[in-house]
């Protein structure tokens, strides 16, 4: 019960506000789009930034809790591709963003940053912007880079790398902890000034990401939600990701308890945003993709509590 009070209910009180501001029109249409490109360019990439620089780099360079996450992911992606392929018909690359990113991709960094502020404080940040990275830059890297050669058409998995090497090093949430990684690995001070400026706009990220999603669930139709599909790729998403993380820990690759319940707890965080950027930029189920967004938002306050009250007792380490 203490979890619930004291972290989970918090956080989704604050999307509860967005809801609400977003029902009763307090803020315009465009509010959600302009909170999302401000935490995107303004406040994430500090956060990162300056968790990755103060970061000790044995938890930066933690591979097994690397293989855990992303092992994980991508067998949830190929379970999602292969049982609803039975059933469904459409392109390669429908099937990629359709199935595999919608069932897989985690929302570590509108939400997952939210919540390991809230219950672990600065100190808990390394395993949520170690998977940020990894999401932001090898999974949509995977994802681009298979919708790029699906629409290929003769001109090479040349031509799809260069799109993707292009799109990453303009991505925010993934060249700021590089830059950061740079600190402990060649030993840079970090002037006082840059460090507070990097507090204040980080400070901002959890409140205006989370009253963003509030915004976006508010501005979502509701039709569509009990299709098959959306609630099938919803349980891959909150229960079978999460069960594949822990049953890695508990038979392939050992972790200690906090990272072990930090690695579950972001398998277990519902489809991130990221997915529609990708589906609305190839124009590939953008109406789906939001749906299941939607869906597996609301269902997460239920299944994130649970894992919370799990993993709240564990300290960093």
């Known amino acids: 019960m203490s979890a619930l009070i004291d972290v989970a209910l918090p956080v989704f009180a604050i999307m509860l506000c967005g809801v609400l501001a977003g029902r009763a029109k307090l803020m315009g249409t465009d509010a959600a789009l302009a909170l999302n490109t401000f935490v995107y360019w303004f406040a994430l990439p500090p956060l990162l ?25 991508f067998a949830t992606a190929g379970l999602a591709i292969v049982i609803v392929k039975l059933f469904a018909r459409g392109t390669p690359a429908d099937s990629l963003v359709q199935h595999g990113l919608n069932a897989s991709f ?11 502020l809230a219950a672990f404080g600065q100190n808990g940040l390394a395993p949520v912007i170690l998977a940020t990275i990894l999401i932001s830059s090898l999974v949509i890297g995977v994802a681009v880079t298979g919708i790029e050669a699906a629409r290929a058409h003769g001109q090479g998995l040349g031509t799809a790398l260069g799109n993707v ?31 507070t400026l990097g507090d204040l706009l980080g400070s901002a ?47 392939v690759w050992p972790l200690p308890p906090f990272w072990a319940g930090s690695c579950i707890l972001l398998a277990a965080l519902p489809t991130g945003a990221l997915t529609f950027v990708v589906a609305q930029r190839y124009e590939l189920e953008m109406e789906h993709t939001s749906t299941v967004i939607l869906v597996s938002t ?20």
């Open 205 to 251: 990220a959890s409140p205006c990401a989370l009253f963003a999603i509030g915004l976006f669930l508010a501005g979502r139709p509701l039709r569509g939600v009990l299709e098959p599909d959306v609630i099938l790729l919803t349980v891959l998403k909150l229960a079978v990701q999460p069960l594949i993380a822990w049953a890695l820990i508990q038979w």
């Open 49 to 73: 930034f300056l968790g990755m620089a103060r970061a000790p780099l044995q938890d930066i360079l933690n591979g097994p809790f690397m293989a855990v996450f992303l092992t994980s992911l």
């Open 298 to 317: 609301i269902a997460s306050v239920a299944t994130l509590t649970a894992v919370l009250t799990w993993i709240l007792p564990l300290t960093p380490s």
């Open 106 to 116: 985690s929302n570590t960094g509108y939400m997952g940053i939210p919540l390991f």
């Open 165 to 195: 090497a292009k799109s990453l090093v303009k991505n925010p949430l993934v060249m700021s902890p590089l830059v950061g990684l740079m600190v402990p690995l060649l030993g840079l001070p970090l002037p006082r000034a840059l460090v």
